[in-house]
């Protein structure tokens, strides 16, 4: 064990330490370098994204902070417990929801349920209580009866969460949990997510689809080919203010009345200004300067050059812009 | 609670204090799936019709006074009831990790408060629960059978309890290769016929006629000791490497070790031959096993070995995981074996006398150790079982090559390719030592060989060795004095 994991051991369940902490992890199958020295911490109560490519390692990653799988080296130190000395207080504290799980032959939604709180020991009369709170919070008494063969993927990630939520776990790990499911069934993910937060749980959770992680986390974990390459929030990611990565062009939607060609000839003849894509109805302009002070003086020469501006909107860079904009500027490949 | 919930809990989600609630959850679960899987219905419905079959032809043959006697319809009956409860029910075992694995359930359930050891047992007992209800269902066929004549209640009862203890050994078996990958498991699945057929043909012919009533204990007692190795090697795969299993099933197999001492020391012929026989596979699979792990260096393990002062810590040398540890153990193991068998060639002056008995132990100590050299210099193989059974298998298809090119009309003792040649790989001497019945000529060429050849070994792995130990001296001074430290699979550190 590490010096730094040490002395994570020796700050056990102090309220201000992070609830966990992540050093120096390394995972090697065979030939493959699955996560290469990663190093990060998490707050207790936080809501932290894990975003990366398809076998970027964070499966790997995850796993072995739920105690089930072990590092080649470093550590992972849970609410003061290191997941491979002492695992069994980290499972008591971890709820897992994997990316995929199967079914269970000949059973019904309930009977899985109810075989998971007697697996987590709750005696009958705390179990009967855990588990009508659990099925009412995630929807699930309506499927009570059903087999769990027969479930729609969006039922069946239902379902998971519900079991993940049995034994009330104080760190909920989230492997991909809204893969493969409808908008519908992504919006109400998002609301457990929400409610879950208001309770104080703190959660990590894993996408490669960013977009659906930057509203609802408090922070951002970016891994790529098994190193971390970006933990922060998504708005400075977003607006390029990160120490070392390099600011992002700043993109301006203007919409005109009539012809776009006075729009196009404004831009290529005012200084800071480029013409990114011209449209029907307007054009898409790169401002150099960027800030608010650039893009407000812009728009007041383009009114007063006559140009019958409708719309004026500076665009949101999206993450994925951002997080490829980042991999490129560290010398990484998306 | 909401009022479909209240519907569904008035019609069965809330049954009181019923049975179930009083099990293992993992019993309750199995025994669930299981019995209203269709392969269960199947083999459930399939012995029913045989059974009526089966009856119908006895009844046919008994009122036509045809000569087909009750000697028959009973052998017949018990193949049948055998052919339910000792392959079809307890094979199925053979799915019950790896299916658990594939869907991601079972990382699931290692979450739950139940241990790897509970997990293992509660799926072992409702494939044994479901082993019973066959039995049990043909009950009502067992007393038509008192129409036909020439029954012993005695005789029935045993061989019931036969059939449930074997059923139970090959459940256990079943879910240890349920751990294994397809590979192991198709390759251990076509190996474990021939074994069995040969076990069942020694047991047939020579096992209750010789064994006696001590011997037939001696054979209970194995086939439990077994059948808890066989458990305790499926739980330790699934456990969290922090859980010390190496210590269980090393103990286990010391103790089956020094029982065999002990009956060898004491014991009737009967008891050292059924002991013998059942108890090398157990201390077989124990050594293989110690030789193989990856080595783990845990503080947390440790820790239980050192507040034992001297003591803890002479046991934490072979009682620890991984292939150092294991090596010394298999030392241990192998004195406290070949004692026994010495001793047993000693009292009953077997053929061959004493040197063939060192020779065939000293061949098997080093037929057990041969492949090691080439697992601990191989950098992370994830299954060392299968290079270790391939070499093993290398060394035994050497000798059947050597057997099958012998002239028929030369004697082994003058055919240079084979004994001979045989000699640097233990496992085929060891079948050139038993194909030539023992000869002393070859018997001390044996010994010589593999001693030579466990010499080799030991200079070949000593580096490796003293690192390892080492290591694990460094995490046990750790674990007395409190300070980190700890070595995983394949970390800095690990020498294979």
């Known amino acids: 064990m590490t010096q730094a994991a040490s002395q994570a051991t020796a700050a056990v369940s102090s309220p201000g330490a992070p609830l966990v902490e992540v050093v120096g992890l390394n995972r090697v199958f065979d ?59 980290v499972r008591r504290l971890v709820g897992w929801m994997p990316d995929a799980f199967g079914t269970y032959a000949n059973m019904t939604v309930f009977e899985y349920l109810d075989f998971f709180a007697r697996s987590y020991g709750f005696s009958r009369p705390e179990r009967r209580a855990r588990l009508e709170e659990v099925m009412d919070f995630a929807d699930l008494v309506p499927l009570a009866d ?72 408090d922070s951002l974990l970016f891994i790529d080919g098994g190193r971390l390459v970006f ?104 | 609670m909401s009022e479909g919930l209240a519907a569904a809990g008035k019609r069965q989600l809330w049954p009181g204090d019923d049975f179930p609630s009083w099990l293992s959850p993992m019993i309750v679960k199995e025994l669930r799936q299981g019995v209203q899987s269709g392969a269960f219905a199947w083999t459930f419905i399939g012995l029913q019709g045989a059974m009526f079959l089966l009856m119908s032809f006895a009844l046919t043959v008994s009122e036509r006074g045809m000569t087909a006697g009750p000697d028959f319809v009973h052998t017949l009956f ?9 392959l079809v029910v307890p094979l199925r075992g053979m799915g019950a990790i790896s299916s658990e694995r594939i869907g991601n359930n079972l990382d699931l359930v290692r979450l739950t408060r139940l241990s790897a050891t509970r997990i293992v047992i509660g799926k072992w007992l409702a494939i044994v629960a479901q082993a019973a209800l066959l039995v049990v269902a043909v009950l009502p ?84 000791l077994s059948t808890v190795a066989l458990l ?49 596979p157990i201390v077989l699979m124990a050594a293989i096993e110690a030789v193989l792990e990856r080595p783990v260096h845990l503080v947390s393990q440790a820790r239980a070995f050192v507040r034992y002062a001297l003591p803890g810590r002479c046991a934490a040398r072979l009682l620890t995981p991984g292939w150092a540890t294991g090596l010394l153990f298999t030392v241990v193991l192998a004195v406290v ?101 023992g000869k002393p000529e070859i018997a001390g060429a044996v010994i010589v060989a593999s001693g030579i050849v466990a010499a080799v070994f030991c200079v070949a792995v000593l580096p490796a060795w003293l690192r390892e130990m080492r290591e694990g001296e460094r995490v046990l001074d750790a674990a007395r004095t409190g300070r980190p430290g700890r070595t995983l699979p394949g970390g800095p550190g690990a020498a294979a």
């Not at chain 1, 800030?291 to 501006?309: F, Q, T």
């Not at chain 2, 018990?78 to 000792?86: A, F, K, R, T, Y």
């Open chain 2, 232 to 280: 305790e090697y499926t739980a330790s795969r699934i456990a969290p490497v922090a859980e010390n299993h190496a210590l269980r099933k090393r103990l286990l197999a010391l103790f089956v070790g020094i029982a065999w001492l002990c009956v060898a020391v004491w014991g009737d012929a009967g008891a050292i031959q059924a002991m013998a026989f059942l108890a090398l």
């Open chain 2, 78 to 86: 018990w193949m049948i009831v055998g052919v339910g409860v000792l």
């Open chain 2, 337 to 437: 074996c070949g004692s026994a068998w010495w001793i047993t060639h000693a009292r009953f002056k077997s053929p061959g006398g004493w040197t063939a008995a060192l020779a065939s132990a000293t061949a098997l100590s080093a037929a057990v150790f041969f492949p090691l050299p080439f697992l601990v210099y191989i950098p992370r193989v994830r299954y060392r079982l299968l290079p270790y059974a391939l070499i093993q298998l290398l060394c035994f298809m050497a000798f059947v090559y050597a057997e099958a090119m012998k002239p028929p009309a030369l004697a082994w003792k003058n055919w240079p390719l084979g004994w001979r040649a045989m000699l640097p790989l233990p496992l085929a001497s060891l079948g050139s030592l038993l194909a030539s019945e």
């Open chain 1, 146 to 217: 059903r087999q769990m063969g027969k479930l729609s993927k969006g039922m069946a990630q239902r379902l998971c969460f519900g079991r993940m939520l049995i034994p009330d776990p104080a760190f909920l790990i989230l492997d991909e949990p809204a893969a493969g499911l409808d908008p519908k069934a992504r919006l109400e993910f998002k609301n457990l997510v929400r409610l879950l937060a208001a309770r104080g749980k703190t959660l990590f959770i894993s996408s490669h689809i960013l977009s659906e992680l930057g509203e609802m986390c």
């Open chain 1, 31 to 89: 030939s493959v370098h699955a996560v290469r020295d990663l190093s990060f911490v998490i707050p207790r109560g936080a809501v932290v994204g894990f975003i990366g490519a398809n076998g970027a390692g964070k499966t790997t990653t995850m796993r072995i902070m739920a105690t089930l799988d072990e590092p080649t080296s470093g550590s992972v130190v849970v609410d003061g417990h290191d997941v491979i000395e002492d695992p069994r207080p």
């Open chain 1, 231 to 334: 933990h922060g929030d998504a708005e400075a990611l977003k607006h390029g203010t990160l120490p070392g990565v390099a600011a992002a062009a700043t993109l301006v939607q203007v919409v005109v009345a009539g012809d776009p060609a006075p729009l196009v000839e404004w831009a290529e003849t005012n200084r800071g200004w480029r013409v990114v894509e011209v449209k029907r109805d307007g054009a898409r302009l790169d401002c150099e300067a960027g800030d608010a002070a650039a893009l407000a003086d812009g728009l007041r020469r383009m009114v007063a050059a006559g140009i019958a501006v409708v719309e004026f909107r500076r665009e949101q860079r999206r993450l994925e812009e951002a997080f490829v904009d980042m991999v490129k500027g560290q010398g990484g490949g998306a």
């Open chain 2, 141 to 224: 066929y067992v007393v038509l059978r008192y129409f036909f004549g020439g029954v012993n209640v005695i005789r029935d009862l045993e061989v019931v309890a036969w059939l449930l203890a074997g059923s139970m050994a090959v459940a256990a078996a079943a879910l240890a290769l349920s751990t294994q990958p397809l590979a192991a498991r198709i390759g251990a699945g076509a190996g474990a016929w021939p074994l069995a057929i040969a076990m069942l043909q020694v047991v047939n012919t020579r096992g209750f006629v010789t064994w006696g009533s001590a011997g037939r204990l001696a054979a209970v007692a194995a086939l439990a």
